[in-house]
């Protein structure tokens, strides 16, 4: 069973930028969508960026669209989240999901999650 397993979350001040990368464990990301999604106290987790087995698609939220940035090395099996001008708002735990389906216009529901990684952006 596929563990994706986070690194590079942190506290950064506004506008600046993080990168958060995800690899497998037990075993491998090659037939699997890869998503991240985020988590702040007292609301759902929200799908924030998706790409497709190939990598060719990608989703992102309204709220990230032209910020962030999803890419996955397939070679290396790592998928990473480049997010820049970052805000207060994108404070969140972050988690790198593996999932068989990629929908269109959705990005992923999740089968299986990470531990999470906290991002925190203050001003």
């Known amino acids: 069973q596929v563990q994706p397993v986070e690194s590079g979350g942190g506290s950064v001040q506004v506008g600046d930028s993080l990168t958060l990368s995800c690899t497998a464990s037990g075993g491998s990301f090659s037939k699997f969508a890869i998503g991240w999604f985020r988590q702040v106290a007292g609301k759902e987790r929200e799908c924030v960026a998706a790409?497709?087995?190939?990598?060719?698609?990608?989703y992102y939220a309204d709220s990230v669209k032209g910020r962030f940035t999803i890419s996955r090395e397939i070679a290396g099996d790592t998928v990473t989240l480049q997010m820049d001008n970052l805000q207060a708002e994108d404070t969140a735990i972050y988690y790198c999901?593996?999932?068989?389906?990629?929908?269109?216009?959705?990005?992923?529901?999740?089968?299986?999650w990470g531990q999470g990684t906290q991002v925190t952006v203050s001003s």
């Open positions: 790409c497709s087995v190939s990598g060719a698609t990608t």
């Open positions: 999901v593996a999932d068989y389906i990629f929908i269109e216009g959705r990005g992923i529901l999740g089968d299986y």
